[in-house]
């Protein structure tokens, strides 16, 4: 179905006050690639029509089916080499100092089909288990959450397919933390008894979450406007302990936040601190 009219400003309108998702312009073929069959199983005939339905849907099943479309869930294990470099040099390292007095708490805010909040997982039962303590694994405890449910729907079951789990994940970890059966590998009970995942939109309060000793926010506010962008770092700082780092995707930069954060360089991988409150 192609849009006609003012339909890619009010679709483009309806994802953005949904999700904080932004289409430029030039990005209608989205729309028409990812909406026209939701569209054609609701009998719409124009987008026009499919707008018209979305805002009447009082149940919210539609609108959560198109944000769940307009999502990008692109995502793998280990994602970037220099942020796992740091993890495994820096963060992990404090995370399992602190883990031996208490539970420690992590955040992957964006966590797709769970492969980043996994690998966390696995990395700090390495670590834990190289350093003799391999019990300080009970004391993590790691919360992933993604507005789509289709993504979410992967992550809880974390069973993964031959592509998505020769992307980025050693043969070694493969064989140590998963059950092959068939094509499908599933991910160890132990490190699935690690992560609670959940769904959650970024433009609502934080605060139900609790506090965090390191977030992940990597590759979702790129699809955000600044201001949106702004205001969800904002928000984590409200909900990261003092001192505690969040963690960016490599393409992206945290501007104008230096009340709020201290960037930390490691290697190529740049953390952000939160700083105390003052
Ligand atoms: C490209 S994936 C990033 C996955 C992972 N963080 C990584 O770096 O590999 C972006 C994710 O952000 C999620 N997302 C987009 N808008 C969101 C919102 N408003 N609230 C929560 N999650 C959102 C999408 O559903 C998608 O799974």
Redesign the pocket.
């Given at each position: 179905m192609k849009l006609a009219g003012n339909e890619f400003e009010l679709l483009k309108g309806f994802v953005e006050k949904h999700?904080?998702?932004h289409l430029e312009p030039g990005k209608e073929y989205l729309i028409e690639t990812r909406l026209t069959d939701i569209a054609i199983e609701h009998e719409c005939r124009s987008f026009f029509e499919f707008y018209q339905k979305a805002l009447a849907d009082t149940t919210g099943k539609l609108r959560n089916r198109i944000v769940d479309a307009m999502?990008?869930?692109?995502?793998?294990f280990f994602?970037d080499d220099n942020l796992w470099t740091y993890m495994k040099e820096v963060a992990v390292p404090a995370l399992l100092k602190k883990a031996a007095t208490g539970p420690v708490r992590v955040w992957?805010?964006?966590?797709?089909t769970g492969?980043?909040a996994y690998s966390m997982a696995m990395l700090f039962d390495e670590l834990a288990r190289a350093q003799g303590t391999p019990s300080l694994s009970g004391n993590l405890e790691i919360l992933g959450?993604?507005?789509?449910s289709a993504?979410l729907f992967l992550a809880i079951s974390g069973r993964y397919d031959s592509l998505a789990i020769r992307r980025g994940l050693s043969e070694e970890r493969r064989r140590r933390y998963f059950q092959e059966h068939g094509s499908v590998w599933a991910i160890s009970d132990e490190i699935k008894s690690r992560v609670k995942f959940r769904r959650?939109?970024?433009?609502d309060p934080f605060a139900p979450l609790g506090t965090f000793d390191l977030v992940?926010c990597?590759?979702?506010a790129i699809?955000f406007q600044d201001d949106f962008k702004k205001d969800i770092f904002r928000r984590i700082a409200g909900v990261l302990k003092p001192g505690c780092p969040l963690l960016l995707?490599a393409t992206e930069i945290l501007r104008d936040l230096n009340d709020e954060y201290e960037p930390v360089l490691h290697k190529n991988c740049t953390a952000y601190a939160r700083k105390p409150a003052r």
């Open positions: 999700c904080g998702i999502t990008t869930n692109e995502t793998y994602r992957s805010a964006a966590a797709s492969q980043e959450t993604d507005i789509s993504a959650f939109n970024l433009m992940l990597r590759y979702v699809y995707g």
